[in-house]
């Protein structure tokens, strides 16, 4: 696609600073009416900050935006809402004891907007419709998946009259099936005359939505991209450099050779609720061997995130019993498991292990058995080798978590609960905010915690994932494991067979 005309949003030589830390340096980009411009970059790579920069949420220390030819200043998202830009972030914001009507009512208001109560409902019940999903307008968020809640950020949008919807890693989060539907939301938006900043930093993703992409790494462009430029290598390249096919970060290879120790851990006939009382486990009977990749996969929403919790002690059995190298956990909580040597790496670690408003060196006390009196100095030493061997990019240790971006934020989950993984690690789609260097390193990583041994249970919706690291597969559907392989005895079309029975 040509674009010739006048961009509707220009930014220019944009330089944004926190302390220790240049997230943006010097950056430049044009979007275009009825566009698809795709962000692409690697964990920390300036991409959300420049995202906040336009939507008014930053203030740029440098540089300039103009919309429409009009060179303006955000100081709120507010000013940027005037001019029609509206930014969807990846964890929705929204107020989880309101009703989605409420919600989106709430937000109207802060904008100094009004819409009647009917209008709104058709809103999000039509936006619901365009993902495949629904939305009761009356329903509480807290009641709400991440899908539903993301149709409510969209809704609102729709509401604002936003014609420039900038689309923060949306769909690391969101099932298969529901990606696509989003993406044809997204060429909906296109061929209405609305212009959209897709970020992320899948490749796949980029290529299968964009019209155009702008690379960025470590806070600079390296370079945009026209469709027809599109070739993953180069992409690939200009994202990492040389550092995907160096020795640093290995490709990954098959399963780690592996088992036949000690059994740690085993679910026996497990029955769990998920958070609206509905059976999410029916039956579960799993045995986990130390030294094994023990993979478990199926179609979101099939209680993987409740088998997860049941495993590191955040999710009670209603029936069934739980027992860690012997002895009987069942309903003893997430303490008692975590002090048995088990590991936890989320796919949304500000829900489940960090604080967000506590520093890196904080959040690793938090999980560190540093006994009565913790060694802060030392501990600091710590977090930065951890920083530096990880790639995590903070100001410094003891910058808040919050402060990171998601990729980040991710990285550090993984270099705190691999530290801490002494008898067994449960990954829960722990990927999704990985970029694609990383997400090699983690799959070795995790291989070579299986063969130091420590027990694995990798919990994701990617065959391709799940294949590569494990010993063993178990299928889940419906909550119910409806098939346990060798990883030698199975193949993809098997698997995906069972993951719609």
Do not use: C
């Not at 806070?219 to 993953?232: H, Y």
């Not at 069934?320 to 975590?338: E, P």
């Not at 530096?388 to 990171?404: C, E, F, N, Q, W």
């Amino acid at each position: 696609m040509s674009f010739l005309h006048t961009p509707i949003l220009r930014v220019f030589n944009i330089v944004k600073r926190f302390p220790g830390v240049t997230a943006l340096n010097g950056v430049s980009l044009e979007l275009y009416q009825g566009e698809v411009h795709v962000l692409l970059g690697e964990n920390g790579s300036g991409k959300s900050t420049l995202a906040k920069v336009i939507s008014g949420i930053y203030l740029p220390d440098s540089g300039s935006i103009e919309v429409a030819g009009r060179q303006v200043v955000f100081s709120s998202p507010a000013d940027a809402i005037r001019y029609g830009i509206y930014y969807i972030p990846q964890t929705p914001s929204l107020v989880e004891s309101l009703t989605v009507t409420e919600n989106v009512l709430l937000a109207l208001r802060s904008y100094s907007l009004l819409a009647g109560v009917g209008r709104v409902r058709e809103v999000v019940r039509e936006v619901a419709s365009k993902l495949g999903t629904r939305v009761d307008p009356d329903t509480k968020v807290s009641e709400l998946s991440y899908t539903q809640r993301q149709t409510v950020e969209l809704a609102k949008a729709v509401l604002l009259g936003a014609r420039i919807l900038i689309v923060d890693e949306v769909t690391t989060y969101l099932p298969r099936v529901v990606r696509e539907f989003f993406y044809n939301y997204v060429r909906q938006v296109r061929e209405g005359g609305g212009s959209v900043i897709l970020i992320t930093h899948k490749i796949s993703e980029a290529v299968e939505v964009a019209d155009r992409i702008t690379i960025l790494r470590v806070g600079t462009v390296v370079r945009t991209l026209e469709r027809g430029e599109f070739n993953v290598e180069l992409i690939r390249k200009l994202m990492f450099g040389n550092r995907v096919t160096s020795s640093t970060v290995e490709q990954p290879g098959g399963p780690t050779p592996g088992g036949g120790g000690e059994e740690v851990a085993r679910l026996e006939n497990a029955w769990a609720r998920d958070d609206s009382g509905n059976l999410a486990l029916r039956g579960v009977t799993l045995s986990i061997m130390r030294g094994e990749v023990l993979g478990v996969v199926g179609i979101a929403g099939n209680g993987q995130r409740e088998l997860a919790e049941v495993l590191v002690g955040l999710r009670g059995l209603v029936r069934g019993r739980y027992y860690l190298r012997g002895a009987d956990v069942t309903n003893r909580g997430t303490g008692t498991v975590r002090a048995a040597g088990v590991g936890f790496i989320p796919e949304a670690p500000l829900y489940y292990i960090f604080s967000g408003d506590l520093s890196l060196v904080e959040n690793v006390a938090i999980a560190s058995r540093w006994g009565p009196v913790i060694r802060w100095d030392s501990l600091a030493s710590r977090v930065r080798k951890l920083v530096d061997t990880y790639g995590i990019s903070a100001a410094s240790p003891r910058a808040p978590v919050k402060t990171l971006s998601g990729g980040n934020i991710m990285r550090l989950a993984v270099a705190r609960e691999l530290e801490l993984s002494r008898n067994m690690l449960v990954a829960y789609n722990a990927t999704r905010s990985l970029d694609e260097a990383f997400s090699e390193y983690f799959l070795n990583a995790v291989r070579d915690l299986a063969q130091r041994g420590t027990a694995v249970v990798y919990i994701s919706e990617s065959v391709d994932e799940v294949l590569a690291v494990s010993n063993r597969v178990a299928v889940i559907s419906s909550g119910r494991i409806v098939g346990l392989f060798d990883r030698e005895g199975v193949n993809r079309d098997t698997v995906e067979r069972l993951m719609v029975m």
